[in-house]
């Protein structure tokens, strides 16, 4: 699966967009972008994923560059509880397997 | 999303014994299962893919023998730390994937265990 890159720390403000960027230039065709986060001490929880569409659901919403090398997940109105580590992985479709890198950790401030 | 459970949250034991913890998915069948372990501050590391009805899959540096992985069920997947040391108190995540729905893994909650 391609490697992604991601910032290791952002911060917020609370009712603001949050942006957190992902590199993933090696991406192949049949691969997938996924997002999940992880609230302190808790498991992953899923997001959002999407192959080369932007994808919106109740939680996020996904926008992927053309070229399919870079992607921004957006949280449109941050609150307290947004506060996690965001991983993007890439994953090939029918693939089971998932890679967590390090993610990247997003602070939301009042 | 589809719902993973795991069982127990948390647990406390002794060096040298042995602890089963339990991942479940609630609502859809999982012939396969995915065993993970976060130390501090770190991300999650997958230890080994649970396949219903035959062995598991384990990565490369992690214990077979320490580690028993059964998937006896599409529902059930246990992992036994067997002869439990300090160093492999961690953070226990299960996860099962939804082969049926969106291509999705599914994550459980998660079981703290701290070895004495």
């Not at chain 1, 919403?61 to 509880?81: F, M, Q, V, Y």
């Not at chain 2, 130390?39 to 580690?67: C, H, I, R, W």
Request: proline letters at 4%; a neutral charge.
């Amino acid at each position: 699966d391609a490697k992604t890159t991601q910032p290791p720390s952002m911060d917020c403000a609370e009712g603001r967009a949050a942006n957190l960027p992902c590199n993933h230039s090696t991406i192949s065709g049949n691969e997938y972008v996924y997002w999940y986060r992880q609230i302190h001490s808790q498991g992953p929880q899923y997001i959002i994923h999407g192959l080369k569409n932007n994808e919106t659901n109740e939680m996020a919403s996904l926008i992927i560059t053309e070229d399919r090398k870079s992607s921004t997940l957006i949280l449109p109105h941050a609150t307290l509880r947004d506060t996690a580590v965001y991983y993007c992985i890439v994953k090939a479709q029918g693939a089971q397997k998932l890679v967590f890198g390090q993610g990247t950790r997003l602070t939301i401030n009042p | 999303g589809a719902v993973v459970s795991q069982h127990p949250s948390w647990v406390i034991c002794k060096s040298g014994t042995s602890v089963k913890i339990e991942c479940r998915s609630l609502d859809f069948q999982a012939t396969t299962m995915f065993w993970y372990r976060q130390f501090p501050k770190q991300s999650l590391m997958l230890m080994a893919t649970s396949n219903e009805g035959s062995k598991a899959t384990y990565e490369q540096g992690v214990e077979k023998d320490k580690f028993l992985i059964n998937h006896a069920s599409l529902t059930l997947s246990t992992l036994t730390v067997t002869s439990a040391h300090p160093e492999d108190s961690s953070f226990y995540i299960c996860s099962a994937f939804n082969s049926g729905g969106t291509d999705t893994q599914y994550f459980g909650p998660g079981t703290r265990l701290t070895v004495l």
